[in-house]
């Protein structure tokens, strides 16, 4: 089975700095997604970023990027100029491509609560 | 893209009794997810439902405390059966419109079971 793994269970970062938030996963799979998503004490889960396997160029999305390591299994996230609004838990997930004999679930690390210090 | 509702948004309960969670969604999808997230933790999933079959429960997740309906491509209900305090948690519908792209989360449910 799948695990995700986030080490960080906090981060915090001052506003306008950068702040990278680790996510480690293991798989026998070769064809996967991993998503990064937000959840505000809203608890509205927003998607942040999605990254396919077989890409080798790490996604990115205004302020946000990953650096994808598919050979080390990990899936890190950077946000750049951080703002207020950023602070939320942030979820790593890891979702399976497998045509055969995958699964559609989202399998969520723990979190990382993110602080944005003014 | 998809916008999902969920009714009711919290609620307040006593052991023993059972509640029904309505997930709504704007358009029609293929699958439909059911996710518990216990005070402070992550996101598990209890069964994955489809339209036209049974749900798909997780390990650890049975359909008699987890009955799930999926009448149309539309709508979904959970309902936690016998509650006890230990089912306290937020109760989160989820869809998947293109196999593989964003799964799309509603606003989920606050139970609190007393």
């Known amino acids: 089975a799948q695990t995700v793994t986030q080490s960080q269970p906090e981060m915090s970062v001052q506003e306008a700095e950068t702040v990278t938030l680790s996510c480690t996963y293991d798989?026998?799979?070769?064809?996967?997604?991993l998503f990064w998503y937000k959840q505000p004490p809203s608890r509205q889960m927003i998607l942040v970023i999605r990254?396919?396997?077989?890409?080798?160029q790490n996604a990115t999305e205004n302020r946000f990027s990953v650096n994808f390591q598919k050979a080390a299994k990990s899936f890190s996230l950077k946000i750049s100029d951080s703002q207020l609004g950023d602070a939320a838990m942030y979820f790593c997930?890891?979702?399976?491509?497998?045509?055969?004999?995958?699964?559609?679930?989202?399998?969520f690390g723990k979190g990382t609560k993110l602080t944005v210090n003014p | 893209s998809a916008v999902i509702s969920q009714k009711p948004s919290r609620d307040i309960c006593q052991r023993g009794t059972s509640l029904t969670i309505q997930c709504q969604v704007d358009s029609q999808v293929t699958m439909m997810f059911w996710y518990r997230q216990q005070p402070g933790q992550s996101l598990t999933l209890i069964a994955t439902a489809n339209q036209g079959s049974e749900a798909t429960y997780e390990s650890g997740f049975v359909i008699d405390k987890f009955p799930i309906s999926r009448p149309n491509l539309t709508f979904s209900t959970l309902t936690v059966s016998n509650m006890s305090p230990e089912d306290s948690s937020i109760y989160l519908c989820s869809v998947e419109v293109h196999p593989g792209g964003e799964q799309f989360f509603g606003p989920g449910t606050r139970l609190t079971v007393l």
């Open positions: 990254q396919e396997a077989y890409k080798q």
């Open positions: 798989t026998s799979e070769s064809d996967y997604y």
């Open positions: 997930a890891y979702r399976s491509a497998e045509t055969q004999g995958g699964s559609e679930k989202l399998v």
